[in-house]
């Protein structure tokens, strides 16, 4: 089991910057991949961003040059800069990570944190 917490978020206007954290507790020794997806009003929950360990980070088009997706292993936390935040920013910003366990892999989430920016 893993236990996910976010923080971080809040109301910025257009043009600013938030990082979002994610601390991991539990079996954070079998993680393999931390990743952040978001939710606005109404839509689909979409993936933000990956990070696998040993690869390289991957991002959605909407985001890319604009968001970082890093992680501190010795502190068992991923986090999310967030740069030139744009009004379609706005949505629940979620934390997940993939744990492997022999042929299956299960899926952890947080609870959210909430980003709204205003124009």
């Known amino acids: 089991q893993v236990q996910l917490v976010e923080s971080g978020g809040g109301l910025v206007q257009a043009g600013g910057s938030l990082k979002l954290s994610c601390a991991a507790s539990?079996?954070?020794?079998?993680?393999?991949?931390m990743a952040w997806y978001r939710q606005a009003p109404g839509k689909q929950r979409e993936l933000v961003a990956t990070?696998?360990?040993?690869?390289?980070?991957n991002y959605a088009d909407s985001v890319k040059g604009r968001f970082t997706i890093s992680r501190d292993n010795a502190k068992n936390t991923v986090y999310l800069q967030m740069n030139s935040l744009k009004s379609e920013d706005t949505a629940v910003y979620y934390c997940?990570?993939?744990?492997?366990?022999?042929?299956?892999?299960?899926?952890?989430w947080g609870q959210g944190t909430q980003v709204t920016v205003s124009s």
């Open positions: 990070i696998i360990s040993g690869g390289s980070p």
């Open positions: 539990g079996s954070t020794l079998r993680i393999s991949a």
């Open positions: 997940r990570s993939s744990v492997v366990q022999g042929t299956h892999v299960y899926y952890y």
